[in-house]
């Protein structure tokens, strides 16, 4: 790929070179998230079929976010040592491989399994998005490109529900697993096309590879970490919830279930992509990466917390457009938090980094579903299940307002260099 001076693509945007990658990192991502949610979808579907109690329920759909969260670390190693191009690919076969499976088989033991499967898989997605970002995007482009990445996660479950709805609806869960499984393999051709190759522009002059322990010791390592976990906690809720809560509590149909929840995803969506473009430009105008990246993700976080008000409020409309309220500040933190890992860490760490802030970040994925089944088992109800959400997120816009330190490349002391893939 050719490589231009900062300022220059600062003035020209993205490399054209560089958008086939971006445009398919993003394709990958949708796919990802309309993969570990299609379950959730199916969630009346299943408890009925294989009469399963909320907390089984619970069980079942955070069965993925185990593989997926300790896997991490490996993934991130992985990336840093090998061609995270081709560690992408493979993670991307063996996902797709089991979703397709996931609507061959009987029970949920082994549901549970191909549960693991994914997790494995989709674990090599984040640390190969944040080594390509932090390798070939500058400072004032990651926002934009973090930004549209993000919105794949909301745009896949916006495509994924509304189709999965309406699809389960009228033909039953399985041969939409099958269907979405297999014709996501189009996906590798056009990866193994244009995925980067060759040197890695930012990493010359980018100094030695940290040790994970030297990562570990950096204050804004475990901000960024804590960070995640709590905005995680409202997304995973979201996905792995909101379906069964709009069906069963709210008493939508499925088709109305459907909507909604695609236009909640698609809300997020949009708020991440022009908050990302507009975080940018105010860097790019001189406005510090420090200022802008924080500013960003604990406002959104702070406002997050008017998902509260969804349960609380018993009229349905008014529910739901506080629903869309909280999408939109969630989109407006999901803009800048890779942005602000990729800044820090720099192209040489943003592997091991990144696995281990979504090592611990997507314990969420355990937490939020697991402890909502809990809940609403013992309660009857979804609002304590909500309130719990409202304070998490609330603990995290503190962590990014107080903990995280300064948003800019840290230094690491000199250590022996691991090699680097071309």
């Not at 185990?66 to 061609?83: A, C, E, K, M, P």
């Not at 040197?199 to 994970?212: E, Q, T, Y």
Request: proline share 5%.
């Amino acid at each position: 790929m050719s490589v231009t001076t900062p300022r220059k693509m600062a003035e020209t945007g993205i490399q054209s070179s560089l958008w086939p990658v971006l445009v398919l990192m993003v394709a990958s991502v949708a796919i990802n998230y309309i993969d570990r949610g299609n379950l959730s979808i199916a969630a009346p579907m299943l408890k009925d079929e294989l009469k399963l109690s909320p907390a089984q329920l619970g069980f079942l759909l955070s069965a993925f976010f185990w593989t997926y969260s300790s896997f991490q670390i490996v993934s991130g190693w992985l990336v840093d040592r090998l061609n995270m191009s081709w560690v992408l690919a493979g993670g991307f076969f063996l996902w797709s491989a089991a979703t397709a499976v996931t609507g061959l088989v009987h029970g949920i033991a082994l549901l549970v399994v191909l549960r693991l499967m994914l997790g494995v898989g989709e674990s090599v997605a984040y640390p190969c998005y944040c080594k390509i970002l932090a390798g070939y995007f500058e400072e004032q482009q990651r926002g934009f490109a973090n930004a549209l990445i993000d919105a794949g996660t909301k745009l896949g479950p916006a495509l994924g529900t509304l189709l999965g709805g309406l699809l389960m609806a009228r033909f039953g869960w399985r041969p939409f697993f099958i269907v979405l499984g297999l014709a996501s393999m189009i996906w590798l051709p056009a990866w193994v096309k244009w995925m980067p190759r060759g040197p890695i522009p930012n990493l010359r002059g980018a100094g030695d590879v940290p040790s994970v322990p030297q990562i570990l010791s950096k204050r804004s390592a475990w901000a960024t970490f804590a960070g995640i976990f709590c905005g995680n906690y409202l997304w995973y809720f979201l996905l792995t919830w909101l379906p069964f809560y709009l069906v069963r509590e709210r008493h939508f149909s499925m088709d109305r279930m459907a909507t909604i929840g695609a236009l909640a995803y698609a809300v997020t969506a949009t708020a991440t992509i022009i908050t990302g473009w507009l975080a940018d430009r105010a860097i790019a105008a001189g406005v510090s990466p420090t200022r802008v990246r924080k500013t960003c993700t604990a406002a959104g976080l702070g406002c997050s917390t008017v998902i509260l008000a969804v349960v609380a409020v018993p009229n349905g409309s008014a529910s739901m457009a506080f629903l869309m309220l909280a999408c939109v500040s969630y989109g407006v933190f999901a803009s800048s938090h890779w942005a602000i890992t990729q800044t820090i860490a720099g192209p040489a760490a943003a592997g091991r980094w990144a696995g281990l802030q979504n090592f611990i970040g997507n314990w969420a994925g355990i937490a939020a579903p697991a402890l909502t089944g809990f809940i609403v088992g013992r309660t009857g109800q979804f609002f304590w299940a909500f309130a719990s959400v409202a304070v998490v997120v609330l603990t995290g816009a503190f962590v990014y307002l107080f903990f995280l330190g300064p948003v800019e490349p840290a230094v690491w002391p000199k250590v022996a260099r691991d090699r680097t893939p071309s």
